[in-house]
């Protein structure tokens, strides 16, 4: 076994463990970013979107939020954020039509009587969902995400090509059989020589920087969907 399977059958091992139960008392809150067409001509920008992801699309690190929220000024709604976020958090994934239910279960108890849930343009009934809560127009959004353990996977990944150097081509194929090894088989994975997103961290960033220059690829942040729903994984190099 070489070393990067030793540390790879690690990280497999420790997948459960990424996964916390149902009974969490704090659920930790997760930014969660897509690249999502206009929601019928509302404006592009939303005074205020909080973006809970159990299910979180695969966007690694980039600084884009602070404190897990991407904060607009608008009546915050804590409650119904919170119990949102613990129930995808009591998922590996959850696709729309559950969460659908589940979630217009709390709207009542919670005091959200008139919210409704709305699917962005992306979203396909068999793909798991991460939620935003827009107050300013009493909607929840779902919109795509991952399971749990696919972002485990993309992380182990994505740490991997930063301590190793792999080319265009190995680095593809790199990712491609660790995608499929946790069942994820149906993403495109393009290149570039301009990241999706950087760490916001400026150690980090200069990292990335210098290992690209040095030929190598990376994960560079995460994955955008089309219309269609369909998913773009993207690494970056030269």
Same mark, same amino acid.
Request: charged residues 20%.
């Given at each position: 076994?070489?070393?990067?399977?030793?540390?790879?059958?690690?990280?497999?091992?420790?997948?459960?463990?990424?996964?916390?139960?149902?009974?969490?008392?704090?659920?930790?809150?997760?930014?969660?970013?897509?690249?999502?067409?206009?929601?019928?001509?509302?404006?592009?920008?939303?005074?205020?979107?909080?973006?809970?992801?159990?299910?979180?699309?695969?966007?690694?690190?980039?600084?884009?939020?602070?404190?897990?929220?991407?904060?607009?000024?608008?009546?915050?709604?804590?409650?119904?954020?919170?119990?949102?976020?613990?129930?995808?958090?009591?998922?590996? %994934?959850?696709?729309?039509?559950?969460?659908?239910?589940?979630?217009?279960?709390?709207?009542?108890?919670?005091?959200? /009587?008139?919210?409704?849930?709305?699917?962005?343009?992306?979203?396909?009934?068999?793909?798991?969902?991460?939620?935003?809560?827009?107050? /300013?127009?009493?909607?929840?959004?779902?919109?795509?995400?991952?399971?749990?353990?696919?972002?485990?996977?993309?992380?182990?990944?994505?740490?991997?090509?930063?301590?190793? %150097?792999?080319?265009?081509?190995?680095?593809?194929?790199?990712?491609?059989?660790?995608?499929?090894?946790?069942?994820?088989?149906?993403?495109?994975?393009?290149?570039?020589?301009?990241?999706?997103?950087?760490?916001?961290?400026?150690?980090?960033?200069?990292?990335?920087?210098?290992?690209?220059?040095?030929? %190598?690829?990376?994960?560079?942040?995460?994955?955008?969907?089309?219309?269609?729903?369909?998913?773009?994984?993207?690494?970056?190099?030269?």
């Amino acid at each position: 076994m070489t070393t990067f399977d030793e540390r790879l059958s690690v990280q497999l091992s420790s997948l459960d463990a990424a996964i916390p139960p149902p009974s969490i008392a704090a659920p930790r809150l997760r930014p969660d970013v897509v690249a999502t067409p206009s929601l019928r001509g509302r404006s592009k920008a939303r005074r205020r979107l909080v973006l809970l992801a159990a299910a979180a699309a695969l966007v690694i690190g980039t600084g884009v939020a602070t404190g897990g929220r991407l904060m607009f000024p608008v009546q915050p709604e804590p409650a119904l954020e919170a119990a949102i976020a613990q129930l995808l958090d009591a998922e590996d %994934c959850l696709q729309p039509a559950e969460a659908e239910v589940k979630i217009r279960a709390l709207f009542e108890p919670l005091g959200y /009587e008139g919210w409704d849930i709305e699917r962005t343009a992306p979203v396909r009934d068999d793909v798991c969902v991460a939620a935003a809560v827009d107050s /300013e127009h009493h909607a929840v959004l779902l919109m795509p995400g991952v399971s749990r353990t696919s972002m485990a996977m993309f992380e182990a990944l994505q740490a991997e090509l930063l301590a190793r %150097c792999l080319g265009k081509d190995a680095a593809i194929e790199f990712v491609r059989s660790g995608l499929a090894s946790v069942g994820v088989d149906d993403v495109a994975i393009s290149t570039g020589d301009r990241p999706l997103s950087i760490p916001g961290d400026e150690a980090e960033a200069a990292r990335w920087q210098q290992h690209v220059a040095n030929g %190598c690829y990376v994960l560079s942040g995460g994955a955008t969907w089309d219309e269609a729903g369909n998913r773009t994984i993207h690494l970056w190099g030269n």
